[in-house]
């Protein structure tokens, strides 16, 4: 009964949070466009957060952005992104739009001194995310901030998950993100080529994105790979659901699988979103000569999300070998042990946050913690970092037989 109210009262604080005194030195948010992830990435959050107001937004629209601003309570409503860009009372910008406009926009939200909140992917290609990330208004000292919203990071569930083993030691990772068919329809943007659609580029930007925080490095290669092609009469250059293995430089290797159109099988799972990372056996001798070898597996439910919910599981074997009876088992055992994590642990007590704080609340958090220099939760995620997202992105593409998302004409060389 206990755990069944505590989580409805943190899932009732996330949704319904407590509204903050505002500071005076407080950043002032705009938004482009009205996009429906921003009032769970950033409106609500910003209500509990002392140092933030969303104060502006703009859209293609003007009607349909005067609509928003009034479900949400947003004083200012701009005609164009460009006036959003320009409002000299604004600190801040969020940039949720389409993916192939992410890189536009936040160039030149930077060039006018706006630091930017930017959807994942940062950018259509690692073409734009090295101009955009690797221009020297991005590098100047104090100067804008631009973070890549790979929101999951920064909760301490998933920090947690990153103790409970050495990069080093991982043999191999499954990622599985699959959302049901029909819950986006088949014309949405995510799905259109122009626009950086792709299901890699959206659920499937978020496996690529674990990988290389579990391994803690790059891959070594993209061993193999293939997709599910839209249907007929729609667009060819876009994946529906996307399947890649990737080795790594410590002998690992890992499987990723993302689908926006999973059709449901007997089981009815209407999402799917865990990991499961195995690590190497370990064998050593016991005192009567015996082989005892131990191998474990993490499987973390729900990982994109924990604060709704999720459970990390440690599954540990242990095998017992008489080497002298030709290595025949004379002991195994299987124990599993759970673990759930919706605040920073005793040790970090220096770290903010409270259970019912979402992935999105936590970032906010370090975004505006890194604009007024304060030391945080020291979670981030850097230019170079972004950067190489990107590349695993577009290798993997190239694997499969899919073109590299098309690069914007606004790119801006200049370094």
Same mark, same amino acid.
């Given at each position: 009964?206990?755990?069944?109210?505590?989580?409805?009262?943190?899932? =009732?604080?996330?949704?319904?949070? $407590?509204v903050a005194i505002k500071n005076s030195d407080v950043l002032r948010f705009g938004i482009l466009g009205a996009a429906n992830i921003a009032p769970l990435a950033l409106i609500t959050p910003a209500k509990s957060h002392p140092d933030v107001i969303i104060a502006a937004v703009a859209a293609?629209?003007?009607? !349909?952005?005067?609509?928003?601003?009034?479900? *949400?309570?947003?004083?200012?409503?701009?005609?164009?992104?460009?006036?959003?860009?320009?409002?000299?009372?604004?600190?801040?910008?969020?940039?949720?739009?389409?993916?192939?406009?992410?890189?536009?926009?936040?160039?030149?939200?930077? !060039?006018?001194?706006?630091?930017?909140? +930017?959807?994942? $992917?940062?950018?259509?290609?690692?073409?734009?995310?090295?101009?955009?990330?690797?221009?020297?208004?991005?590098?100047? @000292?104090?100067?804008?901030?631009? %973070?890549?919203?790979?929101?999951?990071?920064? *909760? @301490?569930?998933?920090?947690?998950?990153?103790? %409970?083993?050495?990069?080093?030691?991982?043999?191999?990772? !499954?990622?599985?993100?699959?959302?049901?068919?029909?819950?986006? #329809?088949?014309?949405?943007?995510?799905?259109?080529?122009?626009?950086?659609?792709?299901? %890699?580029?959206?659920?499937?930007?978020?496996?690529?994105?674990?990988?290389?925080?579990?391994?803690?490095?790059?891959?070594?290669?993209?061993?193999?790979?293939? =997709?599910? $092609?839209?249907?007929?009469?729609?667009?060819?250059?876009?994946?529906?659901?996307? =399947?890649?293995?990737?080795?790594?430089?410590?002998?690992?290797?890992?499987?990723?699988?993302?689908?926006?159109?999973?059709?449901?099988?007997?089981?009815?799972?209407?999402?799917?979103?865990?990991?499961?990372?195995?690590?190497?056996? &370990?064998?050593?001798?016991?005192?009567?000569?015996?082989?005892?070898?131990?191998?474990?597996?993490?499987?973390?439910?729900?990982?994109?999300?924990?604060?709704?919910?999720?459970?990390?599981?440690?599954?540990?074997?242990?095998?017992? #070998?008489?080497?002298?009876?030709?290595? #025949?088992?004379?002991?195994?055992?299987? &124990?599993?042990?759970?673990?759930?994590?919706?605040?920073? %642990? &005793?040790?970090?007590?220096?770290?903010?946050?409270?259970?019912?704080?979402?992935?999105?609340?936590?970032?906010?958090?370090?975004? +505006?913690?890194?604009?007024? #220099?304060?030391?945080?939760?020291?979670?981030?995620?850097?230019?170079?970092?972004?950067? &190489?997202?990107?590349?695993?992105?577009?290798?993997?593409?190239? !694997?499969?037989?899919?073109? +590299?998302?098309?690069?914007?004409?606004?790119?801006?060389?200049?370094?």
């Amino acid at each position: 009964m206990a755990s069944a109210i505590g989580f409805l009262k943190r899932n =009732y604080n996330i949704f319904f949070p $407590p509204v903050a005194i505002k500071n005076s030195d407080v950043l002032r948010f705009g938004i482009l466009g009205a996009a429906n992830i921003a009032p769970l990435a950033l409106i609500t959050p910003a209500k509990s957060h002392p140092d933030v107001i969303i104060a502006a937004v703009a859209a293609r629209d003007p009607k !349909k952005a005067e609509a928003y601003a009034k479900k *949400h309570g947003i004083p200012i409503v701009h005609k164009t992104y460009d006036d959003l860009i320009a409002d000299p009372s604004i600190d801040c910008i969020y940039n949720p739009l389409p993916n192939g406009l992410h890189y536009e926009w936040t160039m030149k939200a930077l !060039k006018a001194g706006k630091h930017v909140l +930017v959807e994942k $992917p940062s950018t259509s290609n690692a073409i734009e995310a090295k101009s955009l990330f690797r221009h020297p208004l991005a590098n100047q @000292p104090n100067g804008p901030i631009v %973070l890549e919203a790979f929101h999951y990071r920064f *909760h @301490p569930a998933w920090q947690f998950f990153l103790t %409970l083993f050495d990069s080093k030691d991982v043999e191999h990772v !499954k990622v599985i993100n699959e959302l049901f068919a029909g819950a986006f #329809k088949k014309t949405d943007i995510r799905f259109v080529y122009s626009l950086a659609g792709g299901t %890699l580029m959206d659920f499937g930007t978020y496996a690529l994105s674990a990988l290389r925080q579990i391994f803690g490095t790059e891959p070594s290669s993209v061993k193999s790979g293939h =997709y599910r $092609p839209m249907p007929e009469g729609l667009d060819k250059q876009i994946d529906e659901a996307i =399947y890649a293995t990737y080795e790594f430089p410590n002998g690992g290797t890992a499987d990723i699988t993302a689908d926006l159109q999973k059709k449901l099988g007997f089981r009815l799972h209407l999402m799917q979103l865990w990991l499961a990372v195995t690590l190497k056996p &370990k064998t050593e001798q016991t005192e009567d000569g015996n082989e005892m070898t131990v191998q474990k597996e993490i499987k973390f439910k729900n990982y994109m999300g924990p604060y709704i919910y999720h459970s990390i599981d440690i599954t540990t074997v242990t095998e017992i #070998k008489d080497p002298s009876n030709g290595g #025949k088992i004379v002991k195994e055992e299987k &124990k599993t042990e759970r673990k759930k994590v919706y605040k920073w %642990l &005793k040790d970090e007590e220096g770290k903010k946050g409270e259970e019912w704080w979402s992935t999105y609340r936590h970032q906010l958090e370090a975004f +505006v913690d890194r604009i007024k #220099k304060r030391e945080g939760s020291g979670v981030w995620v850097d230019g170079e970092d972004s950067i &190489k997202q990107m590349e695993m992105i577009d290798a993997t593409y190239l !694997k499969v037989g899919l073109p +590299v998302r098309p690069t914007s004409k606004a790119l801006d060389s200049s370094e």
